[in-house]
């Protein structure tokens, strides 16, 4: 059973830094994509960031130049650091992880061409999210 937790998420003010932890459990496959999303209130789940097997990565416009998203293969543990915080940051933030696939896609999502009804699917599992606040 494939399990995701995440972990890091607390209240922040702006231009501070943040990094969030998802602990992945259960997933043997060794292709493979893992992603950031974010889902503010009132507004609709997006993506953020995603990383595959190979270590590429890709991002949101809105994070691009102060979110990194990495991985510990040994521990199996996604992070996201979160650099210069702004208040439009404050979401609940989810993990999740997919096929390999899953990352090509969302590089057509990040240049505008899909919506996130077209690429969520392709992420199998997610994990409960945790809450990042940015305020002053």
């Known amino acids: 059973q494939v399990q995701l937790m995440e972990s890091g998420g607390t209240s922040a003010q702006p231009g501070e830094s943040l990094r969030l932890s998802c602990q992945v459990s259960g997933y043997t496959a060794n292709f493979y994509c893992m992603g950031w999303f974010r889902q503010a209130p009132g507004k609709e789940r997006e993506g953020v960031a995603t990383?595959?097997?190979?270590?590429?990565?890709r991002y949101a416009d809105s994070v691009k130049g102060r979110f990194t998203v990495s991985e510990d293969n040994a521990k199996k543990i996604l992070y996201l650091q979160m650099n210069n915080l702004k208040p439009e940051d404050t979401a609940m933030y989810y993990c999740?992880?997919?096929?390999?696939?899953?990352?090509?896609?969302?590089?057509?999502?990040?240049?505008?061409?899909?919506?996130?009804?077209?690429?969520?699917?392709?992420?199998?599992?997610w994990g409960q999210g945790t809450q990042v606040t940015v305020s002053s």
């Open positions: 999740a992880v997919g096929t390999s696939g899953a990352c090509i896609t969302m590089g057509r999502y990040f240049a505008g061409r899909l919506v996130l009804q077209d690429v969520a699917p392709k992420f199998g599992n």
């Open positions: 990383i595959d097997h190979d270590g590429d990565t």
